[in-house]
C-alpha cells in the first residue's frame, strides 16, 4: 500500500511557475503525475522510475515540466515552467510496483492515488 498525498496547486498567470508536490508513504517501482481538467480523460504528464529515475512525459509538456524525487523525504516534485491556460486541471499522483514499462502512461495501470491538486492557469 503506497499512501499518497499532493499539494502545490494554485493560481498563477499564464507563462509562470508552480511546483508540485506528492508526499509517499513509500517509495514505489514507478511514481508519475497525471491531469484531468473538467469534462476531459485523465490524461499522462510524467513518470518516473525511483530506482533508476528514468523519467518519461508527454509530448505536451516535454521541455516544460520537470518530474524528479526526493528519495531521503520519499517525495516527488513535478516543477511545472511556461504554464498555459490549457495546463488547468486537478493534478494527481499516481503510483504502482507491478506496471511494465510499455503501460507506464496508462491510468489503469497504477493502484495508488492521490486526492488530487488543483492548478488554474490564468490568461
Known amino acids: 500500500q503506497v499512501h499518497l498525498v499532493e499539494s502545490g496547486g494554485g493560481l498563477v498567470q499564464a507563462g509562470g511557475s508552480l511546483r508540485l508536490s506528492c508526499a509517499a508513504s513509500r517509495r514505489a517501482s514507478y511514481i508519475a503525475w497525471f491531469r484531468q481538467a473538467p469534462g476531459l480523460e485523465r490524461e499522462f504528464i510524467a513518470a518516473?522510475?525511483?530506482?533508476?529515475?528514468?523519467?518519461y512525459y508527454a509530448d505536451s509538456v516535454k521541455g516544460r515540466f520537470t518530474i524528479s524525487t526526493d528519495n531521503a523525504k520519499n517525495m516527488v516534485y513535478l516543477q511545472m515552467n511556461s504554464l498555459k491556460p490549457e495546463d488547468t486541471a486537478a493534478y494527481y499522483c499516481a503510483a504502482d510496483n507491478t506496471l511494465i514499462l510499455s503501460s507506464v502512461r496508462d491510468s489503469r495501470a497504477y493502484d495508488y492515488w492521490g486526492q488530487g491538486t488543483r492548478v488554474t492557469v490564468s490568461s
Open positions: 518516473i522510475k525511483w530506482s533508476s529515475r528514468n523519467t
